[in-house]
T-cell receptor, first 114, second 109 residues
Framework: KAGVTQTPRYLIKTRGQQVTLSCSPI?????VSWYQQTPGQGLQFLFE???????NKGNFPGRFSGRQFSNSRSEMNVSTLELGDSALYLC?????????????FGPGTRLTVT | GQNIDQPTEMTATEGAIVQINCTYQ??????LFWYQQHAGEAPTFLSY????GLEEKGRFSSFLSRSKGYSYLLLKELQMKDSASYLCAVRNSGYALNFGKGTSLLVTP
């Protein structure tokens, strides 16, 4: 079974631009969560989608948004990029539903904002 | 709010046993997870506890005390490849995983 895939793997953007990252979950997984990882703050939860609906949202500004498609693939968008948005963005998928399932992480997208 | 604490760094010797502690204060509790993350790689799942007690999985064990807001990950027979960051994460009453900042473990010969 293929794992979680994320594209692109690396991205360099300029301050003020916007960026869209993509995540394809493991086949059959309907929940997709997004995290931002930085050396100073560690892994921080951005949001989680299940069946095309955002179920949870972390404490990030409205510049961070996401969506999920009917095939469970998800995208996250960051508008008006700031230098502090430079980070590794990880997506994770799980079977979810109402029970607790482990999350499987993708390799991440390394975003550098200059 | 969420507060998850774990030591920043630990060092242990190959073949030894190491215990990585995690304390948490969260609004709602729906399970505690441990993940391993090697440098430059994605986190991988190690263990999950939702009830008090010890869960054993080969060389790795994880313990949970919900009343104390405390968990530990026990690694036995340490190998060089166990050098990695170990992340404690708590799932709250929603579906979000809240992570600690991770413990960087260095295994020395």
């Amino acid at each position: 079974k293929a794992g979680v895939t994320q594209t692109p793997r690396y991205l360099i953007k300029t301050r003020g631009q916007q960026v869209t990252l993509s995540c394809s979950p493991i086949s059959g997984h309907r929940s997709v969560s997004w995290y931002q990882q930085t050396p100073g703050q560690g892994l921080q939860f951005l949001f989680e989608y299940f069946s095309e609906t955002q179920r949870n949202k972390g404490n990030f500004p409205g510049r961070f948004s996401g969506r999920q498609f009917s095939n469970s693939r998800s995208e996250m968008n960051v508008s008006t990029l700031e230098l502090g948005d430079s980070a590794l963005y990880l997506c994770a998928s799980s079977l979810a539903g109402q029970q607790i399932y482990e999350q499987y992480f993708g390799p991440g997208t390394r975003l550098t904002v200059t | 709010g969420q507060n998850i604490d774990q030591p920043t760094e630990m060092t242990a010797t190959e073949g030894a046993i190491v215990q990585i502690n995690c304390t948490y204060q969260t609004s709602g509790f729906n399970g505690l997870f441990w993940y391993q993350q090697h440098a430059g790689e994605a986190p991988t799942f190690l263990s999950y506890n939702v009830l008090d007690g010890l869960e054993e999985k080969g060389r790795f064990s994880s313990f949970l005390s919900r009343s104390k807001g405390y968990s530990y990950l026990l690694l036995k027979e340490l190998q060089m490849k166990d050098s990695a960051s170990y992340l404690c994460a708590v799932r709250n009453s929603g579906y979000a995983l809240n992570f600690g900042k991770g413990t960087s473990l260095l295994v020395t010969p």
